[in-house]
C-alpha cells in the first residue's frame, strides 16, 4: 500500500481536500492508498475550513479532518510527497533533505509529457547545483543562469491556486484542479501496479 502526504500551507484547504478527494477516488476505483496531509505553516488542531468541507460533502465526503503541521514522522511514513505548489515543494525540500527524492508537486507528479518532465529534471538539478554553489559562496555561471531562465519560462505552472479566503466559487475551481491531478495519479499508480 503507498502512503500518501499531502502538503500546504495551512493544511485547511488544499491539502485536506486533496486526502479526502484521493481517499475516495482510490477506493472508487480500487486502489489501495493511504493518505495524510500537512502543512508548512499550519498550527495542530485548526478545522478545516468551511468551503472546503463543503467541497468534500458535495462529493459524498464525510471526512472531519483537522490541520497538522509537517513533522519528520510524516515525512518518514511517506512514500510519496505531493506538494500544492513549487514554493511548497522548495520548502519541504531545504526542511528534510533526505526525502528530496520522493516530493513533488502534485500537477507535476500527475504529468504525463516527456519533454515536461526532462525540463522538470534539469531544473531540478539546476536548483540543486545553485544551492550547493550557493552555500559555497559561489555563484552559477551565466550559462546556467541562462538555461535556468529559458526552461523557467518554458515549464508550465503546477501550482494549484490558493482559494483561501476566497468564495466557495474559488474553492470549487481549486477541488476541479485538484480532482483533475489525481485521476491522472490514480491512472500512474494503477499503470505501475500493473506492470
Known sequence: MKHILFVCTGNTCRSPMAEGLLRKMAKDRGIEVEARSAGVAAMDGMSM???AE???RDHDIDDRLTSKS??????????LILTLTQGHKQHVIRSF???ADKVYTLKEYAESDGDVLDDLAELDSLYATWEVKRSLGQDLSDA???RLIEIQQRVPSFDISDP??????????AAAEIRTAIERLLDKLESFHTS
Open 49 to 51: 475550513s468551511r468551503h
Open 54 to 56: 463543503a467541497v468534500l
Open 70 to 79: 509537517l513533522k519528520r514522522d510524516a515525512v518518514i511514513w511517506s512514500d
Open 97 to 99: 533533505p533526505q526525502a
Open 144 to 146: 546556467e543562469r541562462e
Open 164 to 173: 483561501f479566503g476566497g468564495s466557495r466559487e474559488d474553492y470549487d475551481l
